[in-house]
């Protein structure tokens, strides 16, 4: 069964840095669209950034130019290398994929293999 693993969560000022993590198993990572998803407290679910397969990357607008999503297919690792850091961006962090293909990477209904997410708090 797929399991995904995120780590790298934690405090961080505004205009900091933090780096998250996931983990994966259970299946062929190489193969596998990833994604990056938020929830922050009393605001809905909302796409951060994916990667395919191939390497191709896109973002939210709300954090392109911040965020750097990255995948290690050698370590079945998934990254999310995020800076200049804001308070709107506290929120559980889940790192997210699928079996199935992925047709367009920001439709997180697409997406049915969740981690279990990791808390960034921004906080002076």
């Known amino acids: 069964q797929v399991q995904l693993v995120e780590s790298g969560g934690g405090l961080a000022q505004p205009g900091g840095s933090l780096r998250l993590s996931c983990t994966a198993s259970g299946f062929t990572f190489s193969s596998l669209t990833m994604s990056w998803a938020r929830q922050a407290p009393r605001k809905e679910l909302e796409w951060v950034s994916g990667i395919y397969s191939d390497g191709t990357t896109d973002y939210a607008d709300s954090v392109k130019g911040r965020f750097t999503i990255s995948r290690d297919n050698a370590k079945n690792t998934l990254y999310l290398q995020m800076s200049s850091l804001k308070p709107e961006d506290t929120a559980l962090y889940y790192c997210?994929?699928?079996?199935?293909?992925?047709?367009?990477?920001?439709?997180?209904?697409?997406?049915?293999?969740w981690g279990q997410g990791t808390q960034v708090t921004v906080s002076s």
């Open positions: 997210v994929t699928s079996l199935l293909p992925i047709d367009r990477l920001y439709n997180l209904d697409e997406y049915d293999d």
